[in-house]
């Protein structure tokens, strides 16, 4: 099953694609000098929250209005609390960051991986490396808002851990009370935080999972009612506070699960009927992750007269748990939710390296480090320090370079560039619609987002471009041969003609563009180019850093030493994790499509584990189907018998076609349906049956 084109140029040559640089320079150093600031003056004047409200705690108002001023360029810790706060996220925006942020962001996403597999001893371990690193990190720095929120990490992983081990201890006696601590920890940067008034304040996602614990920690002391009000107040503060209502933050599902499991312990089971926002969260967002609890949670209700919405029923719920189960055993993979909530979910599609970034551009290019020198002073030597991350540049360098390189200056992941939040959601709503094939319904916004973004701009240019192509494409208004030219047309705008795209640093928008072009090159029969195209792409990702460079500066602490180690054996995936497993999913299909079975159900079924860990549900279910209809053609191939044909391959094609139909994923679920009614008939009609 192909995946739909919801992600978007005539073919031009290297002079055009400078020109075009050069003419958009200006408005582009502008943008990029104080998008930031600019972003985050836009949001807090639409909610009409004052500087006060929203740096409260971690910095004064005087510090706040330089980073909004374009004075400063906040920390990556400090402009993710700003934006979550306002209720908005990082993730849509991206960044760009140091090694020794990078280091730190490492070692966080190890430290809650650890927690998450309750590994408390090792948890501990890799805390105290990081207190290291910071500690490092600190020499000569004045102690800002950011060493607020580092302090109230380290202190929220110790209570974590006390608390997962009084969990543990549960049956045996009470766990000991960490209220007064964890009050002491949120106040680190809410300082008059009182629980009779949660709503007064504003919260980045680090402190509602402070709260989340807060409330878990009353509900272990035996206070279950105070403790599940608790959780309602956070659930009604997500609910007022969160800008995109569609797709609420990651932690939403979470206190959703973790309010419901204390409510079915207290034998409120009448109250249970809230594991449905809980599902239609993780529906919403196409994610599993916490999915299987709930259901189980919402079956518990069921049976105690909770109905479920109209369109649920609950034979899909125990068809869905039996599918979970099944993956977990075939992948030895959890897709569900802990039992006890440790909510600080691990950080994906972060950013970049400034160093790397740089790295590669050069690289792609055939430049040397001379070629980058622009002041009369400068050396290669300033060119390699700020390449193995050694240093920063200021933004005006950073523009420079780029400029020399021919590159845009944008933050790495976003997929538009803007100072208004709102454009942001309605690029959400856009691929939502596109996603769900309805294709009418997406133009209508994208006529709005050409109405409203600066095409000025090539980052907007080129997503208003991509989608565009697309969707004229879809009602037939081009050919095929047209959209393919205009896809390139978008993609050249930030990615030269010529250069080795398994060097360029490849962003999350262009990977989308290029999975775009290889479908329509599939569909005109051209399945070679199709392969060879996603294949470069592939090795993109598989490229070793030791091919590139090696690091002259080693970070203190063996943890850090440990990670940089790690990006030389292998780019790290998660930070676009599902514009590579596209990628996978698409290359498997025109492989299995040349009758090279085998190969495309190894490589899916190498792949599926990742899927399964970062809960993208769509990409489970095609490559289920993927691996189904492979695995189909190959029994056939092989003179199989039909029964052993169904015995292999229904059960796979079960599988994907009930999460389908949990996502609500009418177009994909009746594809499904529909193709195996014609191939198995009645067995298949007794198998969907609900």
């Known amino acids: ?24 320079n200006d408005s582009n150093d502008e943008t990029n000098n104080s998008i930031s600031g600019r972003l985050l003056r836009s949001i807090r004047e639409a909610l009409n929250l004052s500087e006060k409200e929203v740096c409260y705690g971690l910095c004064n108002e005087r510090t706040y209005q330089r980073f909004e001023n374009g004075e400063r360029e906040p920390d990556r810790f400090m402009l993710e609390i700003f934006l979550e706060r306002m209720g908005g996220s990082v993730q849509l925006y991206g960044t760009t960051y140091s ?21 408390w001893k090792r948890t501990e371990e890799l805390l105290r490396e990081h207190e290291k690193e910071l500690a490092d990190c600190r020499k000569g720095k004045p102690a800002e808002g950011n060493q607020k929120l580092h302090e109230q990490f380290i202190r929220y992983i110790r209570a974590a851990i006390t608390l997962g081990c009084g969990f543990a201890k549960r049956q045996e006696k009470k766990p000991v009370d960490l209220e007064e601590e964890l009050l002491e920890i949120l106040r680190l940067t809410v300082p008059d935080f009182c629980q009779k008034r949660l709503l007064d304040y504003l919260y980045g996602e680090q402190e509602q999972a402070i709260i989340v614990l807060l409330a878990e920690n009353v509900c272990c002391q035996g206070r279950l009612e105070e403790g599940c009000s608790l959780y309602q107040e956070l659930l009604t503060y997500l609910e007022q506070r969160l800008l995109d209502k569609k797709r609420l933050n990651p932690l939403y599902p979470e206190v959703v699960l973790a309010l419901a499991r204390n409510l079915a312990e207290n034998g409120q089971y009448q109250e249970l009927e809230v594991c449905q926002k809980g599902i239609a969260c993780l529906r919403e967002q196409q994610q599993t992750a916490g999915l299987e609890n709930l259901m189980k949670l919402s079956l518990l209700g069921f049976e105690h007269g909770v109905l479920l919405p109209q369109g649920e029923s609950p034979e899909l719920y125990r068809k869905l748990l039996w599918v979970f189960e099944e993956i977990r055993q075939e992948y030895e993979v959890w897709l569900w939710s802990q039992e006890q909530p440790y909510p600080l979910l691990r950080s994906f599609y972060r950013g970049q390296l400034i160093g790397e970034r740089i790295l590669r551009l050069r690289l792609s290019l055939g430049l040397s480090q001379e070629d980058l020198c622009i002041k009369e002073k400068e050396d290669e030597r300033t060119i390699r320090r700020i390449e193995h991350g050694e240093t920063k540049p200021n933004r005006k360098r950073f ?29 959400i709503e ?30 907007n240019l080129q997503f208003l471009k991509r989608e565009r192509a697309v969707i004229d494409l879809e009602f037939g208004r081009i050919t095929k041969e047209e959209e393919i030219r205009r896809l390139w047309e978008a993609l050249h705008l930030t990615v030269p003609e010529g250069v080795d795209l398994s060097l360029w640093p490849l962003t999350k928008a262009e990977v989308e563009i290029l999975n775009c072009i290889s479908i329509t090159l599939e569909e005109i029969g051209d399945r070679a180019g199709a392969i060879e195209l996603l294949q470069k792409v592939k090795k993109r990702y598989e490229i070793k850093m030791e091919d590139l460079v090696h690091f002259r500066k080693e970070p203190t602490g063996s943890f850090a030493r440990n990670i940089i180690q790690y990006r030389k054996e292998g780019m790290r995936l998660e930070y676009n994790a599902d514009a590579y497993l596209l990628v996978i999913d698409n290359l498997a299909s025109y492989i299995g499509n040349d009758k090279r079975y085998e190969e495309a159900t190894e490589m899916k079924e190498k792949e599926m584990k ?16 993927g691996i189904a209809w492979d695995k189909e053609q190959m029994l056939s191939r092989d003179g199989e018998s039909m029964e052993k044909v169904k015995e292999v391959c229904l059960p796979l094609y079960l599988k994907s076609y009930l999460l389908d139909v949990m996502l609500k994923q009418k177009v994909r679920a009746e594809g499904t349906k529909k193709r195996c009614e014609e191939v198995y008939g009645q ?8």
Do not use: H
Request: charged share 35%; net charge negative; aromatic share 10%.
């Open 430 to 459: 856009l691929e939502r619609r596109m996603a769900s094939f309805e294709y009418e319904a997406a133009e209508r916004e994208l006529v709005k987002l050409e109405e409203s973004l600066d095409p000025r701009d090539r980052i």
């Open 99 to 119: 090694l020794e942020e990078y280091v730190l962001f490492e070692q966080r996403n190890e430290i809650l991986q650890m927690l998450w597999d309750k590994d």
């Open 399 to 427: 523009a420079q370079l780029m400029e020399r390189l021919g590159a845009d200056t944008c933050r790495f992941y976003p997929v538009i560039r803007a100072d208004d939040y709102a454009l942001y959601l309605a690029v």
């Open 1 to 24: 099953m192909k995946q739909g084109k919801n992600l978007d140029t005539k073919y031009s040559n290297r002079e055009n694609n400078e020109k075009a640089n050069r003419q958009n």
């Open 610 to 625: 990742m899927a399964c860990n970062i809960g993208k549900a769509t990409i489970i279910s095609d490559f289920l189907y």
């Open 683 to 690: 067995e298949w009609i007794q198998l969907i049956k609900l």
